[in-house]
């Protein structure tokens, strides 16, 4: 499922994981009031499957390269992804 908060689609990878882990930080420390540590416990969730999808796309793009017999390059083939 993709991000549906309009600011979090737009993020970079690097922008959405660096706000991850300040809520993360945050959450850790224990000095949020309970409304806003339900309120910010979501946004890392929108946050984490936003990276989760930017990383999976990335791997759907990396190629790997094949190798001829005679040892020069053949092509490309996409990369196992399990």
Same mark, same amino acid.
């Given at each position: ?7 979090i689609a ?7 994981? %660096? +706000?991850?882990?300040? !809520?993360?930080?945050? /959450?850790? %420390?224990?000095?949020?009031?309970? +409304?806003e540590?339900? @309120?910010?416990?979501?946004?890392g969730? @929108?946050?984490k499957r936003h990276?989760?999808? /930017?990383l %999976?796309?990335? +791997?759907?793009?990396?190629?790997k !390269?094949?190798?001829?017999?005679d ?12």
């Amino acid at each position: 499922m993709p991000a549906t908060d309009p600011d979090i689609a737009a993020m970079s990878f690097e922008a959405a994981l %660096k +706000e991850l882990e300040l !809520i993360v930080d945050r /959450l850790e %420390k224990g000095t949020v009031e309970l +409304e806003e540590s339900i @309120a910010i416990y979501a946004r890392g969730e @929108a946050l984490k499957r936003h990276c989760s999808d /930017l990383l %999976k796309n990335a +791997e759907q793009r990396i190629e790997k !390269i094949t190798l001829g017999a005679d040892g020069r390059p053949g092509g490309t083939e996409p990369l196992d992804v399990d």
